[in-house]
């Protein structure tokens, strides 16, 4: 059984920073892709950023130069730091994993069950 868990979302102050991590279980790691989507109240589900099987990373242009995504195979778990974070990043924050190629949908094949991020003014 597939399982993925995030963690580490909290409250922070805008500029303040967090790391989200996610720890997946039930699958070879090393053969997924992993994402990291959010979605906001009232909005649709939205692509954060994700890292290839072979460690490329690709970002949304909002979060571009202020989040990073990174994998560790070994402990199959997969980062975002996020830092600089403003009162927009308010959201929860999902892990997502799928086969073969990076897109930035929300086509992926497995999902956890979100991690909730709020970023104060």
């Known amino acids: 059984q597939v399982q993925?868990?995030?963690s580490?979302?909290?409250l922070v102050q805008a500029g303040g920073s967090l790391r989200l991590?996610?720890?997946?279980?039930?699958?070879?790691f090393s053969n997924y892709v992993m994402g990291w989507f959010r979605q906001a109240p009232g909005k649709e589900r939205e692509f954060v950023a994700a890292v290839g099987r072979l460690g490329g990373t690709y970002y949304a242009d909002s979060v571009k130069g202020r989040f990073t995504?990174?994998?560790?195979n070994a402990k199959s778990t997969v980062h975002l730091q996020l830092n600089s974070l403003k009162p927009e990043d308010t959201a929860v924050y999902?892990?997502?994993a799928r086969r073969r190629i990076v897109v930035?949908?929300?086509?992926?094949?497995y999902?956890?069950?979100?991690?909730?991020?709020?970023?104060?003014?």
């Open 21 to 28: 991590s996610c720890a997946t279980s039930g699958l070879t």
């Open 4 to 6: 993925l868990v995030e």
């Open 111 to 121: 999902w956890g069950r979100g991690t909730q991020v709020t970023v104060s003014s």
């Open 94 to 96: 999902f892990c997502a």
């Open 104 to 109: 930035t949908t929300t086509e992926y094949d």
């Open 69 to 72: 995504i990174s994998r560790d």
């Open 8 to 10: 580490g979302g909290g």
